[in-house]
């Protein structure tokens, strides 16, 4: 995928001059650093990017002309990246789960910042990366509701081995910090609240004071046509619950956000294929491309369709079955997707919201897959 070097106005204007016959993703730089910057003046303390979410360059060097000066890496390509475009920014290696090498790696990246939610991980750390001025943060988890995914499937140690962890953290010389995820498309305040709560009692029972508190990811990005996101009341309830929590000896706070970053920057552009028989629509796009999460956490509902001209198709909505292009029936969109009664091939679904993770899970099966990036102005249609 490689971003154009023309500058659309929209959408719009390229669909109607192009004609592309593969999948389009429209990526426009201002919302990124109005994003941004709307982070960085509401969230109370430091503001990261998770890399995963979104590594295009693009991305990258757009969130840093906007002020964020750290990034959240699950990887050895992804602090590469981030070593050549921003060569001084501060790197957290936050994925607890890492080989030797990568370890070895990240240390002679000069990475400063740790997590780790096991003692055999603890073990590599401390044998391998320099105590001195290196910050090691144990993630726990807790059974908390109202997320899309559920992280702690995966990561985070109960709240009873994270109190030993810190504490080993600690009497290795490693400035100790605590950290936790409370899960994607976390539209909950109160989920960062408990997280916050419980932090207090581990590094309690553990006798040591955190340096920081990272509050992870989880916040949302605008996935429903109807749905406003509330981050500043996500941030006010962070900020308050911290320092009732904690009193004198609040942490500097520290959040990782990837999706609610990256995702209303992006639209995808799928063009249909055919309408079989007037009912199943097929797109050159689909779960093994730009749409994979659809797949896990439903589908975006912020859609449009625009005939070949450019011109909104007007119909009543109707419920239609979405298939992609590969030979392979997984590749169908959940449910029924409501698209107006008069789309016909050639037509173009536009699907707002799709900076996260369309990028990076999009394969080429079936040699389908190729993903042209477009800058507009505005992704207004």
Same mark, same amino acid.
């Given at each position: ?11 719009t /204007?390229?669909?109607?001059? *192009?004609?592309? $016959?593969?999948? #389009?993703? !429209?990526?426009? &730089?201002q919302?990124?650093? +109005?994003?941004a ?21 693009e ?10 000066e ?15 475009l ?38 590599k750390?401390? /044998?391998m990366?320099?105590? *001195?001025?290196? $910050?090691?943060? #144990?993630? !726990?988890?807790? &059974?908390?509701?109202?997320? +899309? ?45 408990t ?15 955190i ?8 916040f ?9 996101i509330?981050?500043?009341t ?6 308050r ?5 904690f009193?004198? $000896?609040?942490? #500097?706070l520290?959040?990782? &956000? ?14 249909i ?8 629509v ?21 859609i ?8 909104r ?13 590969t ?25 707002h ?29």
């Amino acid at each position: 995928m490689g971003l154009s070097k023309t500058i659309w106005t929209n959408p719009t /204007e390229f669909l109607r001059k *192009a004609q592309p $016959e593969n999948p #389009v993703l !429209f990526f426009a &730089p201002q919302i990124v650093q +109005a994003t941004a910057r709307r982070f960085l003046d509401g969230f109370p303390g430091l503001v990261t990017y998770a890399v995963k979410s979104n590594p295009s360059e693009e991305m990258i060097e757009n969130l840093i002309a906007a002020g964020i000066e750290g990034f959240d890496c699950a990887s050895p390509f992804e602090i590469d990246l981030i070593r050549r475009l921003d060569p001084d920014a501060a790197i957290h290696y936050h994925n607890p789960v890492r080989s030797r090498a990568d370890i070895a790696h990240a240390v002679a990246s000069r990475v400063m910042a740790w997590s780790v939610d096991s003692v055999s991980e603890l073990a590599k750390l401390v /044998e391998m990366v320099p105590a *001195a001025g290196c $910050e090691i943060s #144990v993630r !726990f988890k807790l &059974p908390v509701a109202g997320a +899309a995914y559920n992280f702690g499937a995966k990561f985070g140690a109960t709240s009873d081995v994270a109190v030993q962890l810190l504490q080993t953290v600690a009497e290795a010389g490693f400035t100790p910090s605590l950290t936790f995820h409370p899960g994607t498309q976390c539209t909950d305040p109160e989920a960062w609240a408990t997280y916050i709560r419980e932090a207090v009692v581990i590094a309690r029972r553990a006798g040591v004071r955190i340096a920081r508190l990272n509050v992870g990811g989880g916040f949302p990005s605008n996935r429903g046509a109807a749905v406003a996101i509330d981050l500043e009341t996500i941030f006010a309830t962070i900020g308050r619950v911290a320092t009732e929590a904690f009193g004198a $000896e609040r942490p #500097v706070l520290v959040c990782e &956000p990837g999706r609610a970053l990256c995702g209303d920057a992006f639209a995808v552009a799928a063009r249909i294929k055919a309408v079989r028989d007037g009912s199943h629509v097929f797109l050159n796009d689909g779960i093994y491309g730009s749409m994979f999460e659809f797949s896990q956490i439903g589908i975006v509902d912020r859609i449009s369709v625009l005939d070949a001209e450019g011109y909104r198709r007007t119909g009543a909505p109707e419920g239609r079955v979405i298939f992609g292009p590969t030979c392979d029936s997984v590749d169908r969109l959940p449910g029924e997707v409501m698209l107006p009664t008069d789309v016909a091939e050639g037509d173009f679904v536009v699907i707002h919201g799709m900076g996260a993770y369309s990028t990076v899970t999009n394969s080429r099966f079936n040699g389908f897959g190729d993903l042209a990036c477009v800058t507009v102005l505005s992704l207004r249609l």
